[in-house]
């Protein structure tokens, strides 16, 4: 079993359709095991044996929260792995997300072209991009609040790098990762062997 979240782009809590027991019905009644959320922003987990084909997957989710919900945001699927070696870099090392400092992920739906790198300086004061990691495919970010606004940013990246985006504060990353299954060869739902 393949343990994935789901990070839904455009999710508004305030809406019905968008609370997290709605977007959870959906992957449920897609097949998936475990399903799970984690804050109110659309990262849900989920389980799944089905062949890893991410874009694959992707398709079916989005195509699903349209049919079921309305809902047209975007859906970019990251595997635990990819996440766990993400914050195994510990790419924010020496920086502590607060209310005037935004550690942010930006992840991207498809890699970035090799050839753009390095990744642009934002024209605005107070933002700072740190790099894009590539296995993650991820822009990684901190906002200075005091001088920008974290969707000030969010706005920059997608002039940049179009609407196949979802960004996530590195506080969000770590609880998803932490709630997130180890991944095994179990079949969906059966717990761990006893004694463990």
Not at 90 to 104: E, N, Q, R
Not at 116 to 135: C, N, Q, T
């Amino acid at each position: 079993m393949t343990s994935y979240c789901a990070l839904l782009r455009g999710i508004g809590p305030s809406d019905p359709n968008m609370r997290n027991d709605r977007l959870r019905g959906v992957f449920t009644r897609l097949g998936f095991a475990d399903v799970a959320s984690v804050i109110s922003s659309g990262n849900i987990l989920f389980r799944t044996d089905e062949p890893h084909d991410a874009a694959l997957l992707e398709d079916r989710i989005q195509a699903a929260l349209q049919q079921d919900l309305g809902i047209e945001g975007g859906t970019i699927l990251r595997t635990r792995a990819e996440l766990q070696a993400l914050v195994d870099l510990d790419p924010f090392a020496g920086f502590t997300h607060g209310k005037s400092t935004y550690l942010t992920v930006t992840f991207c739906k498809h890699p970035l072209d090799p050839a753009s790198e390095p990744f642009p300086e934002p024209d605005l004061p107070g933002a700072r991009v740190l790099g894009y990691d590539d296995d993650a495919r991820a822009v990684l970010a901190i906002t200075d609040t005091t001088g920008v606004k974290t969707p000030d940013l969010m706005s920059w990246l997608q002039r940049r790098l179009g609407t196949g985006i979802t960004t996530r504060t590195w506080l969000t990353v770590t609880r998803i990762l932490n709630k997130l299954p180890q991944e095994d060869s179990r079949p969906a739902g059966v717990g761990p062997p006893r004694g463990t």
